[in-house]
């Protein structure tokens, strides 16, 4: 079989959130394996009781147990998208973790929040090259809404990839130095064979801004405020928690951090010495001591999330903050798509406070961290790769990022999707199989396959309820006790009067009396007979099915 | 008791949505009310088996059982948020509803829909002028989204109310007339007490513009495209509909209907001769054979609804449509908050097809039906009320409003909520108080009100699942067969090798067998231990708390 490079999507092309990327190199039967990224994305209300879903990993479990090797994960950055699988999915990978410091700070936290603390994570240096087997890594140091992000330069036998990760050009960042573009151009001197990219912003024109105008902006509202501030914002933006302490400091405020995972970030970041000199924190039991003009509340909960600090405060039961008439909101966060009743319903309760809001509506508070189209016509213009493969985005996003960088001069581009497995070199770029991919629910401590019914059942629970009757049958099929009930999620009454317990009662009464001691002798015909009795009285009451289960235990 | 004319809200203060709004003049013994419409608003994830709700009307209901008399139901115009509630309610207030043509007959077929075929629905005109009791009402004629939109002036011994219902001022309405600002001036110079007015837009500066803007667009882009196109949009939006007719007409395309509202409001529209001479449609199945430059498709489904035509298109399941490479869907249509995942959902599978889309972010093909801040300052300069009451808003856009008002010269203003009893006159605008209010969720044929904990029940199955075990003890507190197991919702397996049900089994076995005679004779007992030694099990292995319900049989 031929030796060849292959990339494989499990996660993030096609949607936004979940990363994986498998890049392969070898005959298809004994391949080398690295992976970029492993990432989460969120439950909703469409996955009942799940908070977290991964990438499903199977086919690479297959591989490997069919002798493929797995050399390595490599992580681009510390966002949950790239990183909040790691923990959850390594016990059945077992690799070496490649991680900058700041980003294996974070994951050596998740690791040891699921109780393992023997993951290999090494650390590498910002700019690090090395080598897993046929890979040359190369860190090429990026902009993007958390500290150290990296771009990935793959040099293979084949060719060179680069795997860009998330990155926008900010050109004046707050922490850490400017995208590398120097070592980009270099890099497409040398000439690259494909670029990965991030096609986040692909729908925006023009450019995505700086993290300096949104500090300067937000120095600027701070200090015309009178009353107390509080500013929510993504914890691990760790430039924006700063822009937010240097606005609050030069307007003569303390700052107060609400909220675990601001506490956790910044305790990270001072960690491996990421926080400027002078950056300080008052207690949330001393602030309420301080004149409302000289505090400032750093804040999670800017997605709405019911037990964020926010949500307490806007809801009026947090233990430390009241805010009231007088004082102001800044939300330095935008909304992602699919949270806008819950945030617009925080602003509302915030409103009845008396608070006044600012959203990146009104004011420079907020900026994207992924590169709009000029940025993105920057990077090709440096790395001048021969193919593109547009990633990290939704079907809408990918295409549109394939027709900008053909546009730009890129001799062949393709859209995947997790699952494809994509051959980059030898011959021309193209996709040569689809493996099975798709997504695990995290369902407390039990990782849940796509598709195994779970979900459906608990959806199917929510939107009908269910009724259980159980029933003990005597010898001669004589029945020995009344039909006990189990109702859940089933209205109490039809409006009419009728107490729907006692309805069904009722009917099971009515229905085990009507039968014959033969047919009580078959659970399948007393399942059965219950069922439609029961749904003969339900359906001019409440008009809706029900799963109706019966449970038959024989003397 | 004193004289007194009030305002109460039932429904649209402090949300979009589901508006009721209720007038009473009388002592506080024995009022006399009318509403002014009633709407529902939509379920979603979080209210699983609901698809509507509407507001709680038992206030009223014991008002009226104590003396209260009920003169009316007045309708401003057609959008479910204002008569999706009619027929569910209908039947405890047995009222005359009055409405104009369009707005009537589509209330005529909510009614068919419930099976009530005696409703008295009393059309009035266009600019209708009667009393209903102390209320001397006239309709004026605005213009909105929706056919026949009306403000009603309330003409009392108190002085006069204008409750605007929704509107906007289009200058080149493309069906009806422009806003009648002579009748309102006119208004105004009589003199106004108290203006209840639309908030939806008041965050918006500038002008909502005009359908005919709207209309030109669509041309423009129907006459460039040389694949199929199709158009989404809000059904009752009939201006919207005739402009699409008219873009595909100009470009020698045949229009094509698909999805039940579609066929529906036009139908309706075309009942109450709404629709201009030349608009004629083909029927699907005849459609296909056209050349796909000479067809127009015309769907429901902007919102991403599941089971309309556009999903069904974009799922590649419809039996009379496939779009593909070089065909064109254009949503001439908002989204509405809430909905933005499964539009982009959509907009995903549609470009998976290759479809080009364009939306209201490519070009102007939507307008608001609502006022933005200059209408509002036209409105309140013609009306000159002496209070402002904002309705149809949530806490942030009723609060803005009222700021507004007061800036031009409004001499007070009250935001209300849902349940806000507030006199107008005689003496200074308040609240007076604060009475029972909410929502009503329809389940099925059932009204379940909110907070009885139906809603709350099924949540916490679809979060958890459940598990029912039926056991039959006999006499001497005999165990009488195995134990039965009923899940539903709960993992299979908890990825080490346990199947759940087994497990679950053999804990309940193992309790029961260590319970003593004695204990087995309680059924609190059993519970008890059997739920313990359920969750000891389940904690481990799935680390998730399940509602667990024990059903004993004795013999």
Redesign the interface.
Known sequence: MENELVFLPLGGS?EIGMNMNLFGIGPADARKWIIVDTGVTFG???T??IDLITPDHNYLLDELDEGADLLGMVLTHGHEDHIGAVAHLWPDLECDIYATPFTAELVRRKFKEVGIDDAPIRIVDLQARFELGPFDLEFITLTHSIPEPNAIAIRTEFGTLLHTGDWKLDPRPVLGSKTDAEALSELGEEGVLAMICDSTNV?SEGRSGSESDVADTLQQIVSEQKGRVAVTTFASNVSRLVSVCRAAMAADRSVCLLGRSMLRMIDVARMVDLLPEGVSFVDPKEAGYLPKDKILYLCTGSQGEERAALARIARDDHPDLVLSDGDTVIFSSKII??N??GI?EL???L??LGVS?ITE?DAFVHVSGHPCRDELRDMYSWVKPRYAIPVHG???HL?EHADLAKSLGVEETLVPRNGDLIRIAPGDLRRIDEVPSGRIMI??????PQG?G?IR???Q??????I?V???V?AKNAL??GP???L????????DGDILREVIEEAVEDALGSMSKNKLGDDRDIENALRRAIRAELA?????RC?I?V?????
Do not use: S
């Open positions: 096609g909703g209300d469409d009942p009781g729908l798509p699919g806008e009743r617009y602003m509302n309760q409103t009845d809001i509506e939704e079907a809408r295409r369902d407390g401590k039990i990782l849940l195994d779970v059942a608990r959806r629970l929510a939107a009908e309820g269910v259980v159980a029933l003990a005597g020995l006790d006990k009930l189990f859940k999620g089933v209205p109490k009454d039809d409006n001019p009451r409440w008009g809706k799963d289960a449970l038959v235990n024989r003397a």
